[in-house]
């Protein structure tokens, strides 16, 4: 297994237009977990699974976010009528579920820009 | 939010030890104590954690203080490689959405070498 994978690894679009970002984790890790992180800052909780069951969302994830994990192996997010705002690195993680006591493996992200 | 403070930034010479502290005084008895490190256009890469003892592993040690109020990320003979931002979390009992990992600012490394 070689880690968290993430594609694209850069996006550029238009406002206004839709992006979708996948992730493929590592193929044991029943969770899955997407942030996102602007310059400078550490990386913001947006959403995770639990298999194939989304279970929560941070207020930070618009109508605009949605996020998918069929058959809980990859997942995608994919973000409509994207704004300028939007601009960030959106990185993917995974792990096993276990009282806290395992580590997350990052992907190394996809940065997205919006023009 | 987050729950841990740390310095912003941390300078270092490369070959020396680096002792990178944070602070969680509202740490509570299930926390464990998780450290990352993001080196520049990566994701975070996992490091250590602890919950009560000390702890080592090839990357870096652990230190918990007594009270876990405070704890220390040292690494042993730091590298140019090491240069990153460092990131302290406490992560609780996976109830729910609890458990999840809420990064801070971090602190900056700096390595000189």
């Known amino acids: 297994d070689t880690g968290v994978s993430q594609n694209p690894r850069h996006k550029i679009t238009k406002r206004g237009q839709n992006v979708t970002f996948r992730c493929d984790p590592i193929s044991e890790h029943n969770r899955l977990y997407w942030y996102r992180q602007t310059l400078g800052q550490g990386p913001e909780f947006l959403t995770y699974f639990q298999n194939e069951a989304q279970l929560e969302k941070s207020r930070l994830l618009s109508d605009r976010f949605s996020a998918e994990r069929p058959k809980g192996s990859f997942s995608t997010l994919e973000i409509q009528r994207t704004e300028q705002g939007d601009s960030a690195m959106y990185l993917c993680a995974s792990s096993l579920s276990g009282q806290g006591i395992y580590g997350y493996t990052f992907g190394s992200g996809t940065r997205l820009t919006v023009v | 939010d987050a729950k841990t403070t740390q310095p912003n930034s941390m300078e270092s010479n490369e070959e020396e030890p680096v002792h990178l502290p944070c602070n969680h005084s509202?740490?509570?008895?299930?926390?464990?104590i998780h450290w990352y490190r993001q080196l520049p256009s990566q994701g975070p890469e996992y490091v250590i954690h602890g919950l009560t003892s000390n702890v080592n592993n090839r990357m870096a040690s652990l230190a918990i203080a007594e009270d876990r109020k405070s704890s220390t990320l040292i690494l042993h003979r730091a590298t140019l490689r090491d240069a990153a931002v460092y990131y302290c979390?406490?992560?609780?009992?996976?109830?729910?959405?609890?458990?999840?990992?809420?990064f801070g600012k971090g602190t900056k490394l700096s390595v000189k070498p």
């Open positions: 979390i406490l992560r609780g009992i996976e109830v729910g959405s609890q458990g999840n990992l809420i």
């Open positions: 509202t740490i509570s008895g299930t926390d464990y």
